[in-house]
């Protein structure tokens, strides 16, 4: 999974961004610190691949993996080459998901580009230069595609389509507002990498006293699950600042300083948890002596696409997978005892595979 992080400067992204992954960012108090594009890959926390590698003794345990690519804060007119220009977001544009982090705290200490705290305008500007720079790879597209279109069906339907996406973005909407006529046109769309096409979390970055009730108090986060209400998005409430002291501890020490905060989770479990669900991912496991392994998969993949997840050769010629509940393997401390009590089941093709599944698959080539 792959993870675009975007917002005006200043608002906390490349904090955010340095905590997440402790890449060492460089973050400062002035727009545009930020000029190449970050990246930085973080593993999953899954407490149930250190459960099973402890009950088969494995000798590796790999774990489900996030990119993170944070670039430089927009402002308006970045379409038009205001600031940095939107050159860095052809960064963003393979990535899986959004997250648009927003300023949900005063400090005057902090300066804001505009002045002022407003998370819907902040919001709204953001949304704005997406749709601008989504023009304007329609726009390219429409003038290349046209060019073929005479005589060509298949060609002449894509430029109907890609027109109507850019009337759809020229009235002010985000791509993923728009309906497709039907599947084959979805799978078009897709190809086209629109930032507006792609699902959004925001990151309603807080002051520490707005944690605890999870800005349940704070109007700023109010605004924005009211905007992601209307939109269909994600959002969790972080401190960019307290995960960044989180980032410096220990396992041990983390769970105390939560526990301090009155906090159950961090911000990156809040964010891990916010990007599956908006994205329908869920995970299966792979467990033995060898390695222990969690797989991410689309909600709903039957058995033989989530195998060719491994390796294409075991979708190509899969037989059966033999699944269990990881919890089930667990509590009968490995698959003698699971197959004693009949929990090892054998399943086919039209099997879908459950989010903690631990699967071995059977296959010949």
């Known amino acids: 999974m792959k993870l675009g992080i975007v917002g005006l400067p200043n608002v906390g992204k490349s904090t955010l961004f340095n905590s997440l992954t402790k890449a060492g960012a460089e ?3 002035y727009p545009f610190c930020t000029i190449d594009p970050n990246v930085g890959v973080v593993a999953v926390p899954d407490p149930r691949l250190d459960q099973l590698a402890a009950l088969f003794n494995s000798q590796k345990v790999t774990p489900a993996v996030i990119q993170f690519v944070d670039i430089a804060g927009l402002v308006k007119g970045a379409s038009k080459g205001e600031g940095l220009g939107n050159q860095f977001l052809a960064n963003i544009r393979e990535c899986d998901a959004i997250v648009h982090v927003v300023r949900c705290f005063d400090n005057g200490n902090v300066v804001h580009v505009d002045g002022s705290v407003d998370p819907r305008r902040d919001i709204e500007t953001i949304n704005l230069e997406l749709i601008f720079a989504d023009m304007d790879v329609l726009e390219r597209r429409i003038s290349k595609t046209k060019k073929s279109a005479f ?3 298949e060609a002449a339907a894509e430029v109907a389509v890609l027109q109507k996406l850019y009337d759809f973005l020229e009235n002010g909407k985000m791509a993923r507002g728009y309906e497709p006529a039907d599947d084959d046109e979805r799978a078009f769309i897709d190809t086209l990498d629109l930032l507006t096409w792609k699902p959004v ?6 002051a520490e006293e707005d944690l605890a009730d999870d800005g349940a108090s704070c109007k700023y986060v109010e605004a924005v699950r009211e905007y992601a209400k209307e939109s269909g998005s994600e ?3 972080i401190s960019a600042e307290i995960e960044a002291e989180i980032s410096q501890l ?3 020490e983390k769970k105390e300083f939560l526990a301090d905060l009155g906090l159950s989770e961090s911000g990156l479990d809040k964010l891990i948890r916010a990007s599956y669900s908006l994205l329908g991912l869920i995970s299966y496991l792979t467990a033995g002596e060898k390695e222990t392994r969690a797989w991410t998969i689309t909600k709903g993949l039957k058995a033989p696409q989530a195998a060719g997840k491994i390796h294409s050769d075991f979708e190509r010629g899969f037989i059966k997978a033999e699944v269990i509940n990881y919890q089930d393997l667990l509590d009968c401390q490995g698959y003698t ?5 009949g929990l090892v089941r054998m399943e086919g093709k039209e099997y879908v595979v459950q989010d903690g599944d631990v699967v071995v698959f059977r296959f010949n080539v």
Do not use: L, Q, S
């Open 27 to 29: 973050a400062a108090n």
């Open 151 to 153: 005589n060509n069906k």
């Open 201 to 206: 979390i925001f990151a309603a970055n807080v």
């Open 235 to 237: 959002v969790f409430v």
């Open 250 to 252: 220990d396992d041990e």
């Open 337 to 341: 005892g699971a197959r004693e009590k």
